[in-house]
């Protein structure tokens, strides 16, 4: 039973880290889109009004995609609370950083703990 919550845990993981991944790299890319706009417009010295329409909306594409990024971190935060839920102990790799591919997790409480903080530590 163990061995399914773990394998069901680093899937969720995996693709969770995915998703933020995907995320970001939307908001990078309205986010260029959303300064090539106005570049553009300047360097064609077009009146401000030519592309409105379009920059207000390309802002608002990025303030949803802002939305979703909060929801995905929402989730994230909801996922710890589960996994405690769950027996699975929690394995904290800092912002951004994803776990090695050596790490494992284990139940919370378990003799396996200093084990697996020995392996982290060999990793690092």
């Known amino acids: 039973m163990l061995n399914e919550r773990v394998s069901a845990a680093k899937k969720i993981a995996s693709e ?13 890319r309205i986010a260029q ?16 009004i030519v592309g409105q329409e379009a920059m207000a909306k390309v802002a608002h ?5 802002g939305e979703v990024r909060q929801l995905l971190t929402d989730a994230h935060l909801a996922l710890t609370v589960t996994q405690k839920e ?8 800092g912002a951004g950083v994803k776990p090695p591919a050596s790490a494992t997790l284990v ?10 903080i020995l392996s982290l530590a060999k990793v690092s």
């Open 107 to 116: 139940e919370e409480g378990s003799n396996d703990q200093e084990a697996a």
């Open 61 to 65: 594409a990025l303030a949803a995609a």
């Open 16 to 28: 969770l880290h995915q998703a933020e991944d995907a995320i970001d790299e939307a908001m990078i």
């Open 86 to 93: 769950v027996g699975l102990g929690t394995r904290m790799f």
């Open 33 to 48: 889109l959303a300064a090539t706009l106005p570049t553009a417009r300047r360097e064609t010295n077009m009146s401000a």
